[in-house]
C-alpha cells in the first residue's frame, strides 16, 4: 500500500503516487469466510479504489474517495462494512441520492452477505413506508436509503441511529445538486460521534469539503479518478444535427452498432415521446424517468438488465443509478446542461475497465455547451457523420394520445380560482366563516 503526503488536518492526499494496486482479494486483510464469499461471485481483480480502499476501511480509517460511478465503489465501502460490523458488532447505514443507486447498493449487500444471516433494510421514497417499518423491527445489521425517507423513519421514531458505528454517503455530489445536503446535516448529527465515516464523490465541490471538515476524523482522500476525467477506455464521438433529425440519426446509430443501448435525453416528455417512436420503429425499448413509479422504474431496468429491452431510454435520473454490464453504447440524444453529467453518462458504458462506446447528437445551439464539455475532459471529442435513416415510422393514434395525456400531467394548466377549481375552503379573517364551494 502507498502511503500519502499529508496536506492538511482532514485530508491524506494519495493521488501525487504511484499505488502498488492490489491484484487480489487475498492481500487486502479480508476475512477468510468473505474471501471465499468474494471469489465464488466471481470477483477477481480488485479495480483500484477497492485495492486502496478495502484494508484501509477493514482497520477503521475515515476515508475520502474520489471515483466515478462503475469503478467498483460499492463493494470499497460494503466488504469492510460487513466485516467490521461482524468483528465489533453495531449498526451500518448508507445515504445514496437515487432509489435506483439505493436499491443497487443493497442488492450487492444481499449478494455478498446472504450466506452469513445479514439482514438490510431499504427506506426509500416511492415505497410502503409499512413495509419499511417491518423491516426495521427485524432489526437489520445495514440501512440503505435516500435522506428523505430516513428522516420521516426518524421523525416517526421507527429508526434511531444510536447504534450506528460504519456510515458511508455515496455519490455525495449528487446529493448536494439534488439539495438533500440540509436532511444529510440532520442526519449526521444523530448518528453517533464514535463511528467510521466513508464518503464517495465524484467531484468536491465546497459544501462536501464542509461536511469532511465537520463530520470526519482525519480521512484518508484516495483519488482513483481525477475528479471530472472520462473513462479512457471509452470511444467518445459527437455528431453535428438538426433537432429535427435527431431520431433518424439515433435510428442509423442503432442499426450500425449492435448490442444495447442507453439513450439519454433532457425530459420526461421526450423521453416518452422517444420511446414510442422507437416501439414503432421495432425496437425493445424501455423508459425511465421520474414520472415513472418505483415499481415501473424497476421493472424497465430489470427488463433492460435480462436483456428483454435492447434500449434504455433516459432522463439523467439514471445517469448514476444504473450498474448494467456491457452496455455497448450511449447515446446523447440531448446534451447535458451540467458538464459533469456528460461523465457520468458516457459511464454506463465501459463500466470497471471495459472498452466503451458513447454518441453525443449535438446542434449548432449545443456548441458552447459541447466546449464546456471539451473543456472538462481535457481534450476534443471526436466529430463523425452519420447517415440518417429514411425508415420512418407514423406514431399510432393511442401512442400519440398516450403521449398527451403524460405532458397534460408533467404539464398541468396553471389554475388561477384556486376556491373553485380545487373546493378549498376559505376563513374569513375577522368572523371565521367559511366560504368558497366545497367539492
Do not use: W
Request: charged share 25%; net charge positive; glycine share 8%.
Amino acid at each position: 500500500m502507498a502511503h500519502g503526503k499529508e496536506i492538511g488536518p482532514y485530508f491524506i492526499d494519495m493521488n501525487e503516487y504511484t499505488q502498488n494496486t492490489a491484484t487480489s482479494f487475498n492481500n487486502l486483510d479480508i476475512a477468510t469466510r468473505l474471501i471465499d464469499r468474494i471469489h465464488e461471485l466471481d470477483y477477481v481483480t480488485p479495480t483500484p479504489i477497492q485495492g486502496a480502499a478495502i484494508p484501509l476501511a477493514i482497520n477503521g480509517k475515515d476515508l475520502l474517495g474520489i471515483a466515478q460511478t462503475g469503478t467498483g465503489k460499492t463493494l470499497a465501502f460494503a466488504v469492510p462494512m460487513m466485516q467490521r460490523i461482524s468483528e465489533f458488532k453495531g449498526r451500518g447505514i448508507v445515504l445514496l441520492p437515487t432509489r435506483e443507486l439505493a436499491l443497487q447498493v443493497d442488492e450487492t449487500f444481499r449478494k455478498i452477505g446472504k450466506p452469513f444471516g445479514l439482514r438490510t433494510a431499504v427506506l426509500i421514497g416511492g415505497a410502503p413506508i409499512e413495509s419499511q417499518v417491518r423491516m426495521l423491527k427485524n432489526n437489520p445489521h445495514v440501512i440503505v436509503g435516500t435522506p428523505g425517507r430516513i428522516i420521516d423513519h426518524l421523525d416517526r421514531k421507527s429508526l434511531t441511529l444510536d447504534t450506528i458505528t460504519v456510515l458511508v454517503l455515496d455519490e455525495a455530489d449528487l446529493m448536494l445538486d439534488m439539495g438533500f445536503i440540509p436532511q444529510v446535516n440532520r442526519i449526521l448529527k444523530d448518528v453517533p460521534a464514535q463511528r467510521q465515516t466513508m464518503l464517495f464523490s465524484a467531484t468536491m465541490p465546497q459544501e462536501i469539503e464542509k461536511i469532511v471538515s465537520s463530520y470526519m476524523k482525519a480521512p484518508i482522500r484516495i483519488e482513483a479518478t481525477r475528479a471530472g476525467s472520462a473513462p479512457k477506455k471509452i470511444i467518445q464521438e459527437v455528431c453535428s444535427i438538426e433537432k429535427e433529425g435527431k431520431t433518424d440519426c439515433l435510428d442509423s446509430l442503432l442499426k450500425k452498432n449492435e448490442g444495447s443501448a442507453i439513450v439519454f435525453v433532457r425530459t420526461k416528455h421526450i423521453a416518452k415521446k422517444l420511446f414510442f417512436e422507437l416501439k414503432d420503429r421495432g425496437y425493445s425499448a424501455a423508459e425511465i424517468h421520474s414520472n415513472r413509479s418505483l415499481a415501473q422504474r424497476r421493472a424497465a431496468l430489470d427488463g433492460f438488465k435480462a436483456g428483454r429491452n435492447r434500449i434504455l431510454v433516459a432522463t439523467d435520473i439514471a445517469a448514476r443509478g444504473i450498474d448494467v454490464p456491457r452496455v455497448g453504447m450511449v447515446v446523447n440524444y440531448d446534451l447535458p446542461e451540467n458538464p459533469e453529467d456528460y461523465i457520468h453518462r458516457i459511464g454506463r458504458t465501459g463500466r470497471a475497465g471495459e472498452a466503451g462506446h458513447a454518441v453525443s447528437l449535438a446542434t449548432k445551439k449545443q456548441f458552447s455547451l459541447l466546449k464546456r464539455i471539451e473543456r472538462l475532459v481535457g481534450y476534443p471529442i471526436q466529430g463523425i457523420q452519420i447517415e440518417p435513416s429514411h425508415t420512418k415510422s407514423k406514431m399510432s393514434e393511442n401512442h400519440q394520445g398516450e403521449i398527451t395525456q403524460e405532458s397534460k400531467r408533467i404539464f398541468p394548466k396553471k389554475r388561477t380560482n384556486y376556491s373553485q377549481n380545487y373546493g378549498f375552503r376559505k376563513r374569513n379573517e375577522r368572523g371565521g366563516r367559511r366560504y368558497g364551494r366545497a367539492h
